[in-house]
């Protein structure tokens, strides 16, 4: 089997910073993403997804090396200021690497 080194970078935000996110994640030059509401308790306290408007959203999206560090930069500068997010990437192996 064939893979290709790829990241994952995965951002946990609070609901209202999605469509930010999202614009960044496009801009950056990702195809996709994959989102879900997510529950979770940490420094801005117990967040529940049983309120839209409230909960919290997991965004994964699996990128080229300099793509995701761009991307962590730009999430670091831009949204960490205003929101209430974690981001992070990890290594992963792809069989498509065109996809990404």
Do not use: W
Request: glycine share 8%; hydrophobic share 45%; with cysteine.
């Amino acid at each position: 089997m064939n893979t290709h080194p790829m990241k994952l970078v995965t951002v946990v935000c609070e609901a209202h910073a999605k469509e930010a996110v999202l614009r960044t994640i496009r801009e950056v030059g990702a195809h996709g993403y994959t989102l879900f509401p997510v529950e979770g308790d940490g420094s801005q306290g117990l967040r529940t997804a049983d309120i839209p408007e409230f909960t919290n959203l997991q965004i994964e999206v699996i990128l080229k090396p300099e793509a995701a560090a761009l991307l962590l930069e730009r999430l670091g500068q831009e949204h960490f200021p205003r929101y209430a997010m974690v981001a992070f990437e990890s290594d992963v192996r792809v069989l498509r690497p065109g996809k990404f």
